[in-house]
């Protein structure tokens, strides 16, 4: 599929003004929450650091609290080719896997470090946005987690039209679920993924921007008036929560699709075939079961190919 999103300049973006390079902090000097935006977690999801560049080419300025914006994994940007995005997801490991205490802990990847360097910043944020892009074409995805304050902020927010409640990934923790993000008792604090569509769609800048604007006001960070106009998107007429059920995770090369999903179909019957791994079948649990982000671009072992969920408001149980 092209690649249509061109390639930003963030040579004075990626100076920061923190002394960490790629880290901005924009303190208004008044009480409020600290407001966390994230960008280029991997190299090849271009969408956050245009946003990211959008924002402070802006001039905005919080009126509250303080805003941090964190372009992230610089050194796998740097290596970005549109012919092979794919090879600038990352130098050493996927830097939305390591954000555990035990991998913190180490300085053995690239990653790991670059991750250190952001963690202070990090750990400030009472609020975090992080933006992603995906490797298939695909509506615009928002992830909560499974804490019931994150889906209502995500319903709040208003957009985007999909909402995805789950748990994160066999292979490693994501920067939205590290410590008190998903810590039930930690009741102030939220984070929210945004995955904008396919990495090289050219609308997904705006919607990044778009949830910008809504998480700010959310976050009582700005005013309306402080915001350009043209960052707000039309709202949809409804969201739809679905809530992953199961995560299919790769337990080896051998594993294949039966069409080419592009996710979000809604499969009626329980039973029905979606692919095959290692011989046997993958086959939907449940009556109307929706693949979420079914990809086999980063294919390996313990790797998440597909999820399967259901409507988050017809689940018996609360989160």
């Given amino acids: 599929m092209q690649f249509s999103l061109s390639l930003p300049d963030i040579q004075e973006e990626r100076q920061g003004n923190t002394g960490v390079p790629g880290i901005w902090c924009l303190d208004s000097g008044e009480a409020g929450r600290t407001v966390m935006i994230s960008a280029l977690i991997h190299g090849n999801e271009l969408c956050g650091a245009w946003a990211l560049k959008a924002v402070l080419a802006s001039g905005l300025k919080p009126r509250r609290g303080k805003l941090i914006l964190a372009f992230c994994n610089l050194d796998a940007f740097d290596r970005f ?13 996927d830097m939305n896997r390591v954000w555990s205490d035990q991998k913190l802990a180490q300085t053995q ?15 400030q ?3 975090l946005l992080d933006l992603h892009s995906m490797h298939e ?7 909560t987690g499974t804490l019931a304050r994150n889906i ?8 985007p039209e999909h909402v995805i409640v789950d748990s994160g990934h066999q292979d490693g923790v994501r920067m939205r679920d590290y410590g008190r993000f998903s810590d039930p008792e930690a009741h102030e604090a939220r984070s929210l993924l945004l995955e904008c569509g396919f990495h ?4 997904t800048p705006a919607i990044a921007l778009d ?5 700010l006001l959310a976050s009582e960070t700005v005013e309306k008036e402080d ?24 337990p080896s090369m051998q594993v294949s699709f039966d069409q080419n999903w592009q996710g979000l179909e809604t499969l009626a019957d329980a039973g029905t075939a979606i692919g095959q791994a290692d011989g046997q079948a993958l086959l939907t649990p449940y009556d109307n079961c929706t693949l979420v982000m079914p990809s086999l671009r980063q294919l390996r072992p313990g790797v998440t190919v597909v999820r399967l969920a259901q409507n988050y408001d017809a689940l018996s149980w609360t989160l």
């Fill in 81 to 93: 080719d549109p012919e092979r995005h794919d090879a600038s997801r990352y130098v050493d490991e």
């Fill in 109 to 123: 990847t690239q990653e790991q470090r670059r991750a250190r360097a952001i963690l202070p910043w990090l750990e």
């Fill in 125 to 127: 944020a009472d609020w």
């Fill in 137 to 143: 074409p695909s509506a615009p995805l928002l992830l």
């Fill in 152 to 159: 209502e902020l995500a319903r709040t927010l208003g957009a």
């Fill in 200 to 203: 090289g769609d050219p609308d």
């Fill in 211 to 215: 949830l910008i604007a809504r998480f």
């Fill in 227 to 250: 915001l350009p106009s043209d960052w707000r998107r039309a709202s949809p007429d409804t969201q739809r929560v679905l809530q992953v059920t199961h995560a299919i995770v790769a």
